[in-house]
């Protein structure tokens, strides 16, 4: 089953198109990539669904309700969390106060009977920060920085998470630990839509990958189908003959084109 369909999406800034009738859905419980170059309109698709962003034209369904014109609040209530490219903590406020605060807006009133920092702990502790919780956010490294803007969307209790380049700033070891927690979510029921450009990590989690160019998909599958698939070939490697599939697809693991 689709939690979220995105359909026939357009956005446009004056002349320029960023999103070109965009098509793609996410099945529940899936993490599902979202890639293509810089300027291919990644970030674009996620303003739109989660309400940053008003399409020119097309629609955008979560759980079978067209969510088009809902205010982003509600599309949070509903169960849309999001992580940004851009790092977007508050830095005067430690990590534990940062999830807190979290925590607070979305239990509201009940959060007055939240027992401790049980949760705060538990969150922390789940990502891998849990070193961190008494530094300051602006004092923390980048990588550390992504982990506490995760343990935030995850305070939420999303049942949609939109990951935005999550690995940045991650070393091999934190971005290994952090694939196996994005499977244990999804395996826990939380659908992960990911922009990532560490290949490696798109092709190890995603259980299927949409591909963007010039703000229209071009491609869609498996893992092993995207590797192969001469579209993908052509837009990012500059090949033509696609009898050079065993090559190119080699090339995309060697030197992880599709992150340029």
């Known amino acids: 089953m689709s939690l979220l369909q995105v359909e026939d999406v357009v956005v446009q800034f004056g002349g320029v198109t960023a999103v070109n009738h965009a098509t793609f859905e996410v099945v529940a419980g899936s993490v599902t990539g979202l890639i293509g170059p810089n300027g291919a309109g990644k970030t674009t698709c996620f303003n739109v669904i989660t309400g940053l962003q008003r399409p020119t034209s097309g629609h955008v369904r979560f759980d079978g309700r067209d969510i088009t014109r809902t205010a982003v609040h509600r599309r949070a209530r509903r169960g849309i969390g999001r992580t940004f490219q851009r790092l977007e903590a ?49 004092s923390i490294p ?23 380049e999550p690995s940045s700033g991650l070393d091999e070891a934190e971005t290994e630990a952090f694939g196996a927690l994005l499977v244990e979510l999804a395996g826990e029921g939380c659908t992960v839509l990911m922009v990532e ?9 995603c259980d299927e990958i949409h591909v963007l160019d010039f703000g229209s998909v071009i491609a869609a599958g498996t893992p092993a189908e995207i590797r192969v698939d001469p579209k993908v070939q052509r837009a990012y490697l500059g090949y033509s003959d696609e009898g050079q599939g065993a090559h190119v697809a080699e090339s995309l693991d060697e030197t992880k084109v599709l992150a340029r």
């Open 90 to 138: 508050f830095g005067s406020l430690t990590v534990a106060d940062n999830v807190r605060v979290a925590l607070d807006i979305h239990e509201g009133f009940r959060g007055i009977f939240r027992p401790g920092d049980h949760d705060v702990d538990e969150l922390l502790e789940r990502v891998g920060i849990a070193e961190y919780a008494a530094e300051r956010a602006d």
């Open 142 to 164: 980048t990588g550390t920085a992504r982990l506490l803007e995760l343990a935030r969307a995850l305070a939420c209790q999303p049942r949609l998470l939109l990951l935005d």
């Open 197 to 205: 450009h560490d290949m490696d990590l798109v092709m190890s989690v």
